[in-house]
């Protein structure tokens, strides 16, 4: 199988698992322009590959992400010139929609995606990484929301993402003061799934982590993302409902029929896309 090619992003394809890495180490993989656009594009081809079951998103190098390379906010200075303040801020507001679409198409990616994350994951970082169905960390892992501390509101995911996994209370501490988060705290608030004591078995903990999910109907755990998303932003009885659905038009397939065969034959299922 061809892959595409990026040139701030590294990507690999093993066993149904792809693995997008942040490649740009000697910057601490901090988000530019070109970033922004290759999350997008890396997710919008792992959720419409049949060959991708699960994707771990990574950082090459000492840091997961330091968040928004800040020469980038010169940049959209000049993208946004006009005469007109108006049309100025209309331009403004567009490429915040887009930025945020970037990381969205994370979390409209219908495949699970796992975030292993090691020392820093800043700003920016942090609206990614809420994004991903799933953290996993190093003991070294610190987390921040940095935008106050340059005197703006963090605007692409985090504070709309954050309070739902570690509560409303802790998200306004963290997103009013800016404080670091080490990797123990977030363990305990929830923000991460587990620790691991360093990259090497961060990466090896999260790899076995997907070989199991990538080994499951990919039909099933399309399904389970799509209703967990939905019941986040819906009430238990619209949620409900919405399952009746979905299990009404999906419940009946080829991979029910197959795991009630393979665990009558005490042998591992095999699955189609």
Not at 87 to 102: K, Y
């Amino acid at each position: 199988m061809n892959l595409p090619a990026f040139n701030t992003i590294a990507l690999a394809l093993s066993d149904h698992v792809a693995d997008i890495r942040l490649n740009r180490p000697d910057k601490s993989n901090a988000l530019n322009e070109t970033m922004w656009q290759e999350i997008r594009q890396a997710f919008e081809w792992v959720d419409c590959s049949p060959e991708v079951r699960v994707a771990i998103l990574s950082g090459e190098g000492r840091n997961f992400c330091s968040g928004i390379d800040l020469s980038m906010l010169g940049g959209i200075q000049q993208q946004i010139a006009n005469p007109d303040g108006a049309r100025s801020r209309e331009t403004l507001r567009r490429i915040i929609l887009d930025l945020q679409g970037c990381l969205s198409s994370i979390e409209q990616c219908r495949k699970p995606v796992l975030a292993a994350i090691h020392g820093a994951c800043i700003g920016g970082a942090l609206d990614l990484v809420t994004c991903c169905d799933m953290r996993y960390i190093t003991s070294d892992a610190v987390f921040s929301i940095k935008e106050i501390d340059i005197g703006m509101v963090a605007d692409v995911g985090t504070l709309q993402r954050l309070p739902r996994l570690i509560g409303a209370g802790i998200a306004r501490e963290l997103a009013f003061t800016g404080r670091t988060v080490d990797a123990n705290e977030a363990v305990s608030l929830g923000l991460a799934n587990r620790m691991f004591p360093s990259r090497e078995t961060l990466l090896a903990g999260v790899q076995e982590i997907a070989a199991s999910i990538s080994r499951k109907s990919p039909l099933a755990i399309r399904g389970t993302k799509e209703i967990l998303n939905y019941s986040r932003d819906h009430s238990v009885a619209d949620g409900l409902n919405y399952v009746a659905t979905w299990n009404a038009a999906m419940l009946l397939s080829s991979d029910l029929r197959e795991s009630m065969a393979a665990q009558h034959e005490d042998r591992r299922p095999t699955f189609q896309a």
